[in-house]
């Protein structure tokens, strides 16, 4: 009885893992598609390519991509604010 329970409570961790790791490749996937179309959509209309492409794109891609929410999205929000947060904070530092 014991190893039923768990074999059946990892087998749904595990169902749990693999669908988190689709949803967020899927994503990623989505972004990239997104963020390529733009750049080279910008790039045709303005005849070349302009530095701030990159950062109408991104925003955009991002926007259309991660702006729902999802516990993936929440997760990967966290995780580049925490790391944002931590390397301002290390520069606010000061070692004497």
Do not use: P
Request: some cysteine; glycine content about 4%; charged content about 20%.
């Amino acid at each position: 009885m014991w190893c039923t329970c768990a074999l059946t409570r990892l087998q749904s961790q595990a169902e749990a893992v693999l669908h988190a790791t689709y949803t967020h490749s899927r994503n990623l996937a989505a972004f990239v598609v997104a963020y390529k179309t733009l750049s080279l959509l910008m790039r045709e209309v303005d005849g070349k390519t302009r530095q701030y492409h990159a950062f109408i794109a991104a925003f955009i891609g991002g926007l259309l991509v991660f702006g729902r929410y999802n516990k993936i999205n929440e997760q990967v929000s966290a995780a580049r604010y925490s790391s944002s947060y931590s390397e301002c904070r290390s520069d606010d530092v000061s070692t004497t």
